[in-house]
């Protein structure tokens, strides 16, 4: 490790440097990740309670409901109608079977209109889970966010950088990428709550479902990271942080709202190229623009 590292070009070892410090700082105090944490546990605590009342489900037949159709015997041909009620969402269990019962296709035994019922049932939590995930990650990595640069700022820390021949890029590289570690290892401690939580499934959702927590972790810590930076010393940062970051994550949130309920419906990736194209090109512009854009915030 240690030969590959000094075999790397000079800039990728101090962006290693400004890292490995990062993360010893915050592994020692461990107050970041565990506000960060805690947090996002009492946020999603608050959902669940808030938002996971007794009300009538509602059915809504999605990939994973048709896999766990044919885990329990039911023909081909029946799947293959099933799937013209995809995609829509039926407030009763009269109105799921009405629009069974107006498929051109061979009426359902019994046992399987059960299952259908049985397996389509979702609360609204679990319709709503992939936003309010979303929504505890936000809040808790705009609280991460502020008290990380805060910290350096008000010990000094970023003052004795900036004095260093360091490129002011690198200093930005080295501090988005040890906030992009900690969210997403925050992330990964988080989706197990979520799955107890919402009663969602993960089951063979990790792969995709990581892929797109960090598609979305990444553009918010590189605009995120230039924001913490030119708030930091800005009276009412606390305030101020937010206001900023959130609306210029608009199109990131979407998608990445969007591509997670895909992936919790039992959907895949194959056909979601125009959502994954959207965050892509979102996280390439706001991390070219923020790593330019840090050398002048920093002067400032």
Known sequence: MARAIAAAPAA??????????????????????????????????????????DEAPRYRVTPRVLALLEQEGLSRPALEALRGL?????????????????????????????????????????????????VTVLLAGVLGLSRSITTEREGGCMDGLLLTPVSRGVIYLGKMLSNTLFLAVMLALLLPLVSLFFAVGLRDTWLPLMLVMLGGVLGFTALGTLLGGMTASVRGREVLLPILLFPLLVPIVVAVVHLTGVILDGGNLAGQWRWLQLLGAFDAIYLIVSYLAFEYVMES
């Open 12 to 53: 990728l070892r101090q962006v290693w440097v400004l890292l490995w410090k990062d993360l010893l700082i915050d592994l020692r105090r461990k107050e970041n990740l565990l506000a960060m944490f805690l947090f996002a546990v009492l946020t999603l605590l608050i959902f669940k309670f808030a938002v996971g009342g």
């Open 86 to 134: 995809s995609g829509r969402a039926y407030p009763s269990r009269g109105a799921l079977l009405e629009a069974l019962d107006a498929l051109r296709a061979e009426p359902l035994p019994p046992p399987a209109r059960i299952a259908l019922l049985k397996f389509s049932a979702r609360s609204l939590l679990q319709e709503s889970a992939a936003g309010l995930l979303w």
